[in-house]
Nanobody, 125 residues
Framework: QVQLVESGGGLVQAGGSLRLSCAAS????????MGWFRHAPGNEREFVAA????????YYSDSVKGRFTISRDNAKKTVYQQMNSLEPEDTAVYYC??????????????????WGQGTQVTVSS
C-alpha cells in the first residue's frame, strides 16, 4: 500500500516561488499516475496538475499553466510541483494523489484512489 506525504508549503509573497514535494512509500510508486489538487476555503477541491507514470505526459489546469511545473523521480518515489509567479489566488491546501487511470482526463478527483494529508500554501499580496 502506497502512502503519500506532502511537504514544501509555506508563506510567500506574490510573485514568489515554492516547490512542493510528495514522497511515496511502498514499492509500486512507478505504476501510478500522480496529481496535485488544491482546496481553498469556500471552494471545491480543484485539479491543478498531473503526470503519467513514466513522466512522459503532463496536464495542467488553465489557471496554473505556464506557472506551475509537475515532475517526478521514480527512483526517489517523489513527485514535485514547482510553483512560480504565485498569486494570492493560489492560496490553498495542496494535496497530491495517486491513480491507476491512464487516459487523458486527469482532472476528475474521483479517479484518484489515494491522497496525502495536504500542505498549506499561502500567498500574500
Amino acid at each position: 500500500q502506497v502512502q503519500l506525504v506532502e511537504s514544501g508549503g509555506g508563506l510567500v509573497q506574490a510573485g514568489g516561488s515554492l516547490r512542493l514535494s510528495c514522497a511515496a512509500s511502498g514499492r509500486t510508486f512507478s505504476m501510478y499516475a500522480m496529481g496535485w489538487f488544491r482546496h481553498a476555503p469556500g471552494n471545491e477541491r480543484e485539479f491543478v496538475a498531473a503526470i503519467t507514470w513514466s513522466g512522459g505526459s503532463t496536464y495542467y489546469s488553465d489557471s496554473v499553466k505556464g506557472r506551475f511545473t509537475i515532475s517526478r523521480d521514480n527512483a526517489k518515489k517523489t513527485v514535485y510541483q514547482q510553483m512560480n509567479s504565485l498569486e494570492p489566488e493560489d492560496t490553498a491546501v495542496y494535496y497530491c494523489a495517486s491513480t491507476y487511470y491512464s487516459g487523458t482526463d486527469y482532472s476528475e478527483r474521483l479517479r484518484y484512489n489515494l491522497w496525502g494529508q495536504g500542505t498549506q500554501v499561502t500567498v500574500s499580496s
